[in-house]
Every structure is written in C-alpha cells, then in structure tokens.
C-alpha cells in the first residue's frame, strides 16, 4: 500500500508516503524553532503509534536545522529503537550535513545516499 500526503507548518513542509511496512518522509525547508518541528513531532509520533516504527527520513530538501531539529531527530530514533525499529536517513546535503558532521551525527544515524537505498535497508 502506498499512501501520500503532504503536509505544511511554518517553515517546514513534509511529504509522507507509506510503502508498508517502511514510512518515508520527505522534508522540506528549515527546522530552527519549536513551531516549526512541533506539528511534524505530533505526526510522526502518531505514525509510530500505530507500528509504523521502520522510518526513513528523506533530507533532500531540508535545507537548515540547529539543536531543535537534532533534538526531534534524537527523540525520533530513540522511540523507533525503543518500539524495535529504526529511523535511517538519507539524502543529507548541504548545511543540514555540515551540522551532522560537526556535531557527529553521522555516526550515530545510519545514512544512506539515495532513498530507494533507505528503504532497503528494511528489506
């Protein structure tokens, strides 16, 4: 089943489209404040509620983040690790890598160049 929505906040935007029993998000735009993550946060938890715990988060087109954004990504993994699955990223450019790089991000998540890779990391 493939399910696609979008989905808009002040400074983000977000796709979502279901491939059971992975749920990919595409982002797009900025995370740098509470408003912008806190509708996100509420919808993607809501999908873990309902097992939907295999999570790739698509970055192509995020295109800044600071700690609030690290810190939802963090609240993100954990939950999905604590629900036994995974959050995997992918497409991780520009900026949004740098931080990830400085902050050493990129040895935590597992990351993927492509999302058809991110996906199957599931399979």
């Known amino acids: 089943m493939v399910l696609k929505e979008k989905k808009a906040n002040l400074n983000i935007q977000f796709d979502i489209d279901i491939q059971d029993p992975v749920i990919i998000y595409t982002l797009k735009g900025k995370i740098t404040s509470e408003l912008d ?63 990830f790089k400085i902050s050493k991000l990129d040895e935590i998540y597992t990351i993927y160049s492509d999302q058809t890779e991110a996906i199957n990391h599931f399979k």
């Open 37 to 99: 993550s806190e509708d996100f946060e509420k919808e993607v938890f809501n999908h873990l509620n309902q097992n939907y715990f295999r999570i790739v988060f698509n970055l192509n087109e995020l295109t800044h983040t600071n700690s609030i954004g690290i810190g939802f990504f963090m609240r993100t993994l954990t939950k999905a690790r604590i629900m036994g699955g995974e959050l995997v990223l992918c497409n991780v450019k520009g900026n949004v890598e740098k931080i």
